[in-house]
């Protein structure tokens, strides 16, 4: 099916890329463009089609009689929301795991607390997780499970799995947040843990849950090929920290759809080595926006691409749409869409930065950076907060380059707005606003790679995000 078609989403970047790199700068012809625009139309509505096998699997109720509940509770789970019940999970998925078209269920109305836990593929065909009732972690960070510092409910080496059930995953978060060294300086800086983790997986479907007060990451995909997650909402609050709705690292063919996410951090992120993730109705905030990154942390090395939004709307966000990455690192960002986006009141709607630097100490300019190219923004509009509607803010060694604006519509209720480049190309067609002039203009000796690296000193810490 086209969400998970490797083939189509090529045919969609594949002639963007043409298109944009004749450009730097001057117009692609019209049939580029419009190769490029046709990209929306053959993909619509095809959840459901015939090539993925998850999709053929009859739904739950229905399919009652070819199954076999594995219920939590049968295996001593209480779910009363105090006893803890992460024997019984274990048990209940050891024989889920172990037998064809199981389902493993935990039953409505009913709260289970459940401690850090590894759920472990590959298992036996077609297992279906049905999460109805509410599972919780235990609220106290003291006594969090040192093997498992960074998880608490993980899945791994699964493969062709549903994971559905209308359910909630609930992090009772807020000890964690406390204890961040974001919330109080004088706490030491420790990750906390990811509420949902899919890690080497592949054809793994997530559908209708609500995760909600994660530790620190609700939901991460890491590892896997061919995810699917459709109807999930997230919930926490703004002020939670690094509570990242959807994050998605060394990943493909990652489909994510009717998604509602409200946190204190990113909705979606998406870092290293990911590629063919593609985004469909989202809704947006409170949190940072939908970012690319944060990449090249540490001088390290990223790739990411083969990105598409397409139709989402962002309220109250720190961010809209969001490319961030470290100075000192390497690798690239290239072939990027993001279309059909609503903004409402949003501080930064459409920003790249290149200078991010999320750290209590600033960060020194260095000539190395992350590539991005082939960034394609379409259709966007709505209020800005701040004057500096769109933000390119690229490095001086290695500027951003095949930067392409069309149909923009960004305005600001008490003020004006405007575009800022440093070291960006590109160009912009139909009507945009801001202006982006400089898209063409920015194209100074100092942007050519060859500035003196003893310049370097610390940079300004406009950029500085804690
Ligand atoms: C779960 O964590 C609690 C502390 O919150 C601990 O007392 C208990 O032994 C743990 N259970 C398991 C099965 O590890
Ligand atoms: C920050 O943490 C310290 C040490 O735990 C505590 O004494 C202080 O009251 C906290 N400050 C705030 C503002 O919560
Ligand atoms: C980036 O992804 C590659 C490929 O999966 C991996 O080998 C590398 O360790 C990752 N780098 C970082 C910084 O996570
Ligand atoms: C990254 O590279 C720069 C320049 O070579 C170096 O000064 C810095 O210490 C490196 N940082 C890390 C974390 O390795
Ligand atoms: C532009 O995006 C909005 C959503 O923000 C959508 O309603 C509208 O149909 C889009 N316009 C076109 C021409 O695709
Ligand atoms: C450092 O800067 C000085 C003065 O601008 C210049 O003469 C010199 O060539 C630079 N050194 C390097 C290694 O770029
Ligand atoms: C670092 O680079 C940015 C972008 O070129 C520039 O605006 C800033 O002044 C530089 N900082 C220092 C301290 O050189």
Known sequence: MSYFSPIL???LVVPMMGAVSKGDGDFAPAEDIGLWTAGTDGEEGQEGDEHDELDSLPIWGSERVGRIPVNVDSFGAVGDGVADDTQAFLAAWETACSIKNAVFLVPERRHYKVNATRLRGPCEGKLLIQVSGTIVAPDEPKDWDPKNPRQWLSFS???????????????????WWASSCKI????????????L?????????????TIQNAQQMHFTISRSDAIRVSGLRVRAPSDSPN?????????????IQNCHIGTGDDCISIVNASSIIKMKNIVCGPG???????????????????????????????NGLRIKTWQGGSGYVKSVRFENVKMDDVQNP???DQFYCDSPTSCKNQTSAVKISQVLYRNISGTSRTPNAMKFACSDTVPCSNIVLNNINLERENGIVETFCN????????????????????KTSRCDGTKNDNQSQTYDPIHTEL
């Open 184 to 195: 109080n300086m004088t706490n030491p800086c420790r990750g906390a843990p990811t509420a």
């Open 157 to 175: 080496k699964l493969n062709g799995v549903r994971i559905q059930g209308g359910g909630i995953i609930d992090g009772s978060g807020s000890k």
């Open 350 to 352: 459409i920003i790249i």
């Open 423 to 442: 070291c960006a190309t590109g160009f912009d067609y139909g009507f945009v606003r801001p202006a982006a002039d400089c898209l063409r203009n920015d």
């Open 243 to 255: 509570t990242d709705g959807i994050h998605i690292s060394e990943s493909t063919n990652v489909a």
């Open 9 to 11: 989403i090529l045919m």
């Open 288 to 318: 940072h926006g939908i970012s690319i990154g944060s990449l090249g942390k540490d001088n390290t090395t990223a790739m990411v691409t083969a990105i598409v939004l397409d139709t989402a709307i962002l309220t109250g966000t720190t």
């Open 197 to 209: 983790t899919i890690d080497s997986s592949s054809g793994v479907r997530v559908k209708d849950l």
